[in-house]
């Protein structure tokens, strides 16, 4: 059981405040911002994160710094995420993880270069929300339950905690239901049925199970029921605009198709109907 956290003082940064915002969703504890005493490291209900030069899960020791610099790049917040036994879905579902993990380990040299891209291009992704939280963070050597920021932070960790298991959970739904269509076009387009209770999000992870089966260059589009009617929404996988859903607007069972063409709503149920309209929506 963790009793308090541990955490280096200073500047803060992504990975260590994330790390923090996972281990507090799973125990309301108090955060210190200090260097970790050998006492800390031993204690088997402190949890040290991003300093120590200690990996040890059993020990709840979470440091990187250790790690030769040519080794993978995991920062704390990877390795909290081990710990939890999230860090496989992480990598899978959250496409910023990786990013992440490089910008940490590697610094925004290395990472806009990594990415192909120049270094201040990274610089514009910045957002005020990130820099306010950071700095608040590190403006303070203790955080405790109650606090605003110490709030904020647990609903960031339940978050990615709670959006991990529901992905894995929402995946292993799509895999048991889902259907690939083979179009007339030569490609595919995947179907989801209704089921009764509908998901929330019902077009949610249709393209991240796409990329599970290894067909992200094979299926085009998606087709899922509509939560607002008994319909079903037509919709392009990544944008590929082979799929023009404006040609299917003057359609009697259509009742909305945006006119950029990436989106359209059908009151039709029937499979060989819904099938028609993506066949008259192929636009090569």
Sequence with gaps: MIRQIVVHPGGAHKDDFLACALLIAEASVPIFRKDPQPCDLEDLETAVVDVGFEWNQSRLNFDHHQFNRDAEPLCALSLVLKYLELYDDARQFCDWLEVAEYMDTRGPHETAKWLGIERDGLAKLNSPIDITLLRRF????????????????????????????????????IAEHAEIWEMSFGLKVIFLPRTDPLPEETSMGLGRYVEDLGLSGEVIGMVYPDRRGDGYGMSRLNDDKRLEFTRINDEGDVHFAHNKGFVAKTSACQVARLKELVEASWAV
């Design 138 to 173: 590190a403006a303070s050597d203790h955080h405790q339950p109650g606090e605003p920021l110490y709030e904020v932070m647990r609903m960031i960790g339940e978050d990615l905690i709670s959006f991990l298991k529901g992905m894995r959970q929402r995946l292993d739904f």
